[in-house]
């Protein structure tokens, strides 16, 4: 009886509903707005954008598979035990035989590449970016809302029209990656430098600087812990986007791993996975250490061995 | 303990002032220009917020300030002597009025002249001493010089000239968290007077410091005005600080002075309750000189046989404590001027009489 009830009443009710009337083509219209118009228009800005990644990722990729496996450990092992003492060394020095161990070797140098050349324009973008936000609330007000979209908005979403605009592989897999991994370092940059003392800012300015010794002097190098803070998370949300990448035709650990998914062999699949993990542990652990260094610095004591 | 008078600062006008401040008003919030108005027609701070949204923290102050001497603002917080001193080098922009700093005003100058004068000519010390920590205490004080564009050798060598005038000679090297709070505003110090200010504005610089290290500050301040004859501006919200340091002092109450005035007046003639509540704590012994404790008319034959009869004798501008020491029963000290000529005499009754608060002296 009662569901008899209900359904009268829906019946009753739908004319009070919008799609009573019809259906509205958001999605047509954003096809036809993306497809025939934005896609067309802008080609030539993202092919202009598209260059100096490409210079800097190919430059990368071959400088790191050029270098023979021996002096790349070293190197690495040594970085890892200025900037983060002997454990992180010692972890670097066993992760770095492993990968080289089950195969993985040239796959982790293409997806390392990846990431640095992503995080490079990130930082290049980022930090310039949270400057300005913390410089002027307005450009906050204006900023805050496009990093709120970047950081909600499913990356499979912008990956379509990324392929429209660049076609598939890795220089539109890094583009995707930076979009994905950008928002934490303008937010941190521009907190880091709203954080500043504001007598200290004050005191720089009644001693006769202009607003750009201020940055300079006081401003960045008081923020840069949590400039630091915002790199480390870029990078770990670059790495996070190495397997999406692997979909519109990045090569690397993410292929790897997406493989594995496709043939639904665990084992390929795992070994790409662990492969990530640990490139994230590794440069996780560097780059916290080089940021918890300045704060060393600043405070005169020693540095952890 | 200022025992060079200083040259005879009465606002006459006679001699350059180095400031003169006319009229500034200091408006936070939408509305300022009505904000001002209302506050020219006498209607109070409060009222103002209500009416129109904007806060009024500086409100229609006119003083000036002799080169050389320490002008104290003397007011508790949010009555608006912060906003003040920054309207003085501009860290805050007047709403209102003009600002002449040796008859140049400086509230129409430009961006590019006013980090001129912040670098040459007025200078400031903070109350929690705005110190950057990842600079050495040497690398602090040598932040201005920076500015001016002085080379490494050449900052190096003022700013060590300037942690040695404060006592810190020693300390070149390490950072500010190495240091206790009176060191780390000694560096404050140093800091600014490592540029040769001819202006030193000071915001509170002393609060933060606990009351030994504080005394040990203000005696040192002194002694370093006296040396470099710096025109002081002081922010303060300590009255026995205030009256201790200062050549004139103005009470500030809700953005503006409810009295200005040498540190005597300001004793023995409050200019209203308010004025009057803070000057019953205060030490009127080291606050007063001894000659505002002369009551008796005596003549100078009088005073000649005193000093015959080998009375003690003390300078009038001395503070009153400094007579305690002297004084006998029955037996006055002489009070004589900085010339050593005989001015008065002062009894144990007379002394008893000022320290308690009594009778209006019109002989200061």
């Known amino acids: 009886m009662s569901s008899d009830a209900l359904s009268g009443l829906q019946a009753a009710t739908d004319i009070a509903r919008p ?64 900037a983060a003492g002997r454990g992180v060394a010692v972890f670097t020095f066993i992760s770095l035989l492993l990968l080289d161990w089950i195969g993985l070797w040239k796959e982790t140098m293409i997806t390392l590449a ?72 303008v937010r941190l940059t521009n907190l880091g430098i709203r954080q500043v003392q504001g007598e200290l800012v004050e005191a720089g300015r009644a001693f006769g600087s202009t607003p750009r010794q201020i940055l300079w002097e006081i401003q960045l190098p008081l923020a840069l812990r949590t400039i630091m803070t915002g790199v480390n998370q870029t990078l770990m949300l670059a790495l996070s986007m190495a397997v999406i990448g692997a979909l519109i035709g990045a090569g690397g650990l993410g292929l790897t791993v997406y493989t594995g998914l496709g043939r639904l062999d665990v084992g390929y699949a795992g070994i790409g996975g662990l492969g990530i993990v640990l490139m994230a542990i590794i440069l996780d652990r560097v780059t916290q250490a080089l940021g918890d260094g300045h704060k060393g610095a600043s405070t005169s004591g020693g540095k952890e061995g | 303990m200022q025992d060079t008078p200083k040259a005879a600062s009465s606002n006459t006008g006679a001699q350059a002032k180095r400031i003169a401040v006319r009229g500034v008003s200091k408006v936070f919030g939408a509305n300022g220009e009505a904000a001002i108005g209302l506050a020219r027609q006498g209607m109070s701070k409060n009222d103002i917020l209500a009416k129109t949204g904007a806060v009024v923290a500086v409100n229609d102050i006119s003083f000036s300030v002799d080169a050389g001497e320490i002008f104290v603002v003397m007011g508790l917080s949010g009555s ?66 920076k500015m001016r564009g002085l080379g490494k050798a050449e900052r190096n060598a003022k700013a060590l000239k300037a942690l040695d005038s404060v006592g810190l000679g020693g300390w070149a090297d390490r950072y500010p968290a190495n240091l206790s709070g009176g060191m780390q505003q000694r560096v404050g110090l140093a800091r600014a007077l490592a540029l040769d200010p001819e202006i030193l504005l000071m915001d509170e610089p002393f609060s933060a410091l606990d009351p030994l290290i504080r005394r040990d500050m203000q005696g040192e301040l002194l002694e370093l005005q006296r040396r470099y004859r710096t025109t002081i501006i002081f922010i303060t919200h300590d009255l026995n600080e205030a009256l201790t340091l200062g050549d004139h002092v103005a009470v500030m109450k809700d953005g503006r002075f409810a009295q200005v005035g040498r540190p005597a007046d300001i004793v023995l003639q409050p200019a209203d309750d308010y004025v ?18 002369i009551r008796q008319v005596a003549s100078a034959e009088a005073l000649r046989v005193l000093l015959a009869d080998g009375a003690a004798t003390i300078e009038g501008a001395r503070p009153l404590h400094e007579v305690f020491g002297l004084v006998a029963a029955n037996r006055p000290v002489v009070v004589v001027d900085a010339a050593g000529q005989p001015e008065g005499m002062v009894t144990a009754a007379d002394i008893t009489n000022v320290l308690a608060g009594g009778s209006q002296s019109e002989g200061v």
């Not at chain 2, 129409?108 to 109350?127: C, D, H, N, S």
């Open chain 1, 19 to 82: 799609s009573h009337y019809g259906t509205l083509p958001l999605d047509d219209w954003i096809q036809w707005s993306v497809k025939d118009w934005l896609v067309p228009a802008l080609r030539p800005f993202f092919r202009a954008l598209q260059w100096p990644i490409a210079q800097l990722l190919d430059g990368l990729q071959s400088l790191l598979l050029a270098i023979p496996f021996v002096v790349l450990l070293v190197l690495a092992v040594f970085a890892a035990w200025r």
């Open chain 1, 114 to 185: 990846m990431i640095v050349t992503a995080v490079v324009f990130c930082i290049v973008v980022g930090i310039p970016a949270g400057i300005a936000a913390a410089r002027s609330d307005r450009t906050a007000a204006v900023i805050r809302p496009i990093l709120d979209v970047m950081q909600t908005i499913p990356s499979f979403v912008y990956l379509v029209p990324i392929v429209m605009l660049f076609g598939v592989g890795m220089v539109p897999a890094v583009i995707a990656t930076i979009i994905f991994a950008l928002p934490p370092l």
């Open chain 2, 80 to 145: 608006g002597k912060s906003t003040l001193v920054r309207c003085l080098n501009r860290l805050q922009e007047p709403s209102a009025g003009t600002i002449e700093i040796d008859g140049e005003d400086i509230v129409a100058a430009p961006e590019e002249r006013l980090r001129a004068l912040r670098l040459e000519k007025i200078t400031m010390v903070f109350q929690h001493f705005a110190l950057l920590p990842h600079r050495t205490v040497a690398e602090n004080v040598e932040y201005g010089l």
């Open chain 2, 276 to 293: 009057a509540a803070f000057t019953r704590d205060i030490d009127r012994g080291r606050v007063l000189p001894v000659r505002s404790a």
